[in-house]
């Protein structure tokens, strides 16, 4: 499951910012940050979703970078639901998967890696 979480991160960063495979993506960052700099957010945000998958595999202070992986899928879910919903690409349905992703964060480190 840790490397299903990683590949989350890494498609999304590398895939749909970096390579602009999915332009969506920087809509969103345009519509909500601004377009003045937006593609150059939109791939600081590609490169720190990379950062967060090496990191989610390295396994270096899991505990935290679970609790970070919760606020940031959270905090940037809410922010697109109210701000762009018409930009998701299931609409408001999103949160369901948002939900769904944060519950699979937390299960899998609180749970599956319970530290003996």
């Not at 003045?36 to 720190?48: A, H, K, N």
């Not at 109210?82 to 299931?90: F, R, S």
Request: hydrophobic residues 60%; charged residues 10%; aromatic residues 14%.
């Amino acid at each position: 499951m840790t490397f299903l979480i990683a590949s989350v991160w890494f498609i999304n960063g590398f895939f749909c910012k970096i390579m602009n495979l999915t332009p969506r993506h920087h809509q969103i960052v345009e519509a909500i940050l601004g377009a003045e700099y937006s593609s150059q957010l939109t791939l600081l945000i590609g490169f720190s979703e990379i950062i967060m998958a090496i990191w989610i595999l390295i396994g270096f202070k899991s505990r935290f970078n679970a609790i970070l992986q919760i606020i940031i899928v959270g905090i940037m879910n809410v922010l697109e639901f109210i701000l762009v919903p018409e930009l998701l690409l299931c609409g408001k349905m999103n949160t369901l998967f948002a939900f769904l992703f944060i519950f699979m964060v937390g299960y899998n480190e609180f749970v599956l890696n319970e530290v003996d």
